[in-house]
């Protein structure tokens, strides 16, 4: 903040010595990048190694070596080596909590978790067939991944103007979109079941039905798809 707020008045400073305007631009850019990149660390301190797969990949390919005596950042505040550290799992928390109660929304993801690994485990010993068993996934963070995967739509509709006229024009979907439209039908699929059952029992049997592309989320990605194709006649809208 003080280094920022010193480039701005260095920037006043060769404003009154009235130099020309593009000068004066490039002078206060110079400036303010330069104070971006100060940092209370010295040049030659390195990131630090916050994921256990490119630890374990460090120590395979013989380099921990190179690592040894290097002054190293400290990690951020959300930097952990937890398993729970994963960027999707951290986005579907934040869609999760409600009133800024994040305690409570890490709380039912760690429950889902749960869930989905009791029920993996309960199936693994009910099959009878060693070939079944190994086709039953026991990590609950791939059935996550997995889920979310098979959520994603390709396209959606989008609503275009033509004539007096409104029109659903089909259009791709962007992976940043494509994901927050998995995520969110997720957990509005979880609170639609039965109010008997808690939010992450409910969500721990959408995950697992998504897994396996079934459910009420793989049926309405379907669906929208279903009307993509219908409205395919309205595809040139996109672009007149």
């Known amino acids: 903040m003080w280094a920022r707020s010193g480039a701005v008045a260095n920037a006043a400073l060769l404003q009154a010595l009235r130099l020309p305007s593009h000068t004066i631009n490039s002078i206060r850019e110079s400036i303010l990048c330069n104070a971006k990149k ?39 505040v959300d930097q952990t080596s937890s398993s729970f550290n994963n960027e999707l799992v951290r986005k579907f928390i934040n869609h999760i909590m409600e009133a800024g109660n994040k305690t409570l929304a890490r709380t039912l993801m760690e429950k889902t978790f749960e869930n989905i690994k009791r029920k993996q485990i309960e199936r693994y010993h009910l099959a009878t067939d060693q070939e079944k068993k190994n086709e039953i996934e026991l990590n609950p963070v791939k059935i996550f991944h997995t889920a979310i995967f098979n959520c994603r739509p390709m396209l959606e509709l989008m609503p275009v103007r033509r004539g007096g006229a409104t029109y659903q024009v089909p259009v791709p979907v962007r992976d940043n979109r494509a ?35 079934q459910g009420k989320v793989i049926k309405r990605k379907q669906d929208l798809h279903r009307q993509c194709e219908s409205n395919r006649a309205y595809a040139h809208y996109r672009w007149s």
């Open 179 to 213: 994901r927050f439209l998995a995520i969110k039908w997720m957990i509005a699929a979880a609170k639609e079941k039965d109010s008997k059952m808690r939010f992450h029992e409910k969500l721990a049997w959408e995950l697992i039905d998504a897994a396996s592309n």
């Open 38 to 76: 100060m940092s209370v660390y010295a040049p030659y301190y390195i990131e630090p190694i916050i994921k256990k797969e490119d630890l374990n990949k460090i120590i395979e390919n013989d380099e921990i070596s190179k690592y040894m005596g290097v002054p190293v950042k400290a990690p951020l």
